[in-house]
């Protein structure tokens, strides 16, 4: 609840954009908590932020949890804010337990996940990880023309005492702790998610171009309407995937002049595609430009397919441990596949990874009046600090 306060919105949720000053005052709060429990704190090129409980192999791959703190413009309190408190609950846990790790066990705090200042998302991991080129990730410029490497400076700026790691150095394993964002966990009442995979995504931008004209002079057959265009493209995808399984969305919509009489003469919008087989999902997003083609009218148009992100499924030995903790504490658990895409994706390709999932109240997520039982966040951090403690001994 503290931390959401910083972004807060009259809505009673969360805007905590990356690298804003409101994630920078957030970074602040988090590093307060670090000092008085005793956590050395690092960050690196990428302005990922990190605290580590030492072990007593110091050297050793550290067992890592964490999220993010960043969140949508309209977000709630707990996407990626929980992943990250729940690991200063855990550790402290495990220090007032009196367990010393043989490992270290960190904290990481992954830069701009939610890609909704800069887009695409999961910055800090990819660029961690090697997934995408820094360079490329650099040049990405918000709304108001700020590119990623201006904001990284100035953030980077603000903490000039913290020591600098390297990207992508070794870890034993990383677990993120995360609600669910969806209804299945409520709707069965089991209190805890063992994740067994997270399901793949193709993400475009599609740029429409027509011509502008006067609202009440031009007649209708010699228009070339962007806006129009635009719309018969969406409506033939919308048609063409529609099954349960699929999840398309249309979020971001751009139309210009934007103004009331004059025919729009050029619209950007977004595709975000998803599914859990990676065979239909290719087979999906490679229909995505012919549908755009013969549905474009008399106007142009251009298909930029800006991230693509593989089905996958976490290591069988990290499920069991998750379900092997929560069954020691006599705690009910279940596989569950994440339909929403997180860090663990990307960290998946770099050292054993898994998640863990709390129950969110209707299944609301990306949203202001996103919810969670406090019983059921603290019964998802007693399995993650079990977890730690088992994956750092």
């Given at each position: ?157 603000m903490f000039p005492n913290i020591k600098r790691r390297s990207l992508g150095f070794p870890m034993t ?109 290719k087979r999906l997003g490679n229909a995505i430009s012919g549908l755009c083609e013969e549905n474009r ?47 663990a994706r990307q960290l998946h390709y770099h050292c054993p990874t898994g998640m863990i999932f709390s ?35």
């Open positions: 609840m503290k931390l959401a306060r910083i972004g807060g919105t009259e809505n009673d949720g969360v805007c905590r954009l990356a690298l804003t000053d409101e994630e920078i005052e957030a970074r602040r709060l988090l590093i307060t908590w670090a000092d008085e429990i005793g956590l050395s704190v690092y960050t690196d090129d990428i302005s990922n932020l990190f605290f580590c409980l030492e072990g007593t192999e110091t050297d050793a791959p550290p067992v890592v949890t964490g999220s993010h703190i960043d969140s949508q413009p309209t977000g709630g309190k707990f996407d990626g804010a929980f992943g990250v408190v729940a690991g200063f609950e855990a550790i402290q846990a495990i220090q007032e337990s009196g367990v010393v790790p043989t490992k270290p066990i960190e904290i990481v705090v992954w830069m701009n996940e939610e890609g909704s200042r800069f887009s695409p998302g999961m910055m800090g991991s990819e660029a961690f990880t090697g997934r995408r080129p820094m360079e490329q990730i650099l040049e990405v410029k918000d709304v108001n023309g700020i590119r990623t490497v201006e904001a990284l400076e100035k953030t980077l700026a394993a990383f677990i993120e702790a995360h609600i669910e964002q969806g209804p299945i966990l409520e709707e069965l009442g089991v209190p805890v998610g063992v994740v067994t995979g997270i399901q793949g995504s193709r993400r475009f931008r599609v740029r429409v171009t027509g011509d502008e004209g006067h609202a009440g002079t031009l007649p209708m057959s010699d228009r070339k309407d962007a806006l129009f265009s635009a719309l018969e493209m969406i409506g033939a995808m919308r048609q063409a995937f529609d099954t349960d399984q699929v999840k398309f969305t249309t979020g971001l919509f751009q139309v210009s002049p934007n103004v009331p009489s004059v025919v729009p003469s050029n619209v950007l919008f977004s595709i975000d595609i998803r599914h859990p087989d990676g065979q239909t999902l009218g008399p106007c142009a148009v251009e298909v930029m397919e800006i991230a693509t992100s593989d089905s996958l499924e976490f290591p069988n030995e990290i499920r069991a441990c998750i379900s092997n903790s929560a069954q020691e504490l006599g705690i009910e658990n279940k596989p569950i596949l994440s339909m929403a895409g997180h860090d129950p969110c109240e209707e299944g609301i997520s990306h949203n202001e009046a996103e919810n969670c039982e406090p019983s059921d966040l603290a019964t998802v951090t007693r399995v993650l600090a079990v977890t730690l403690a088992k994956l750092a001994s």
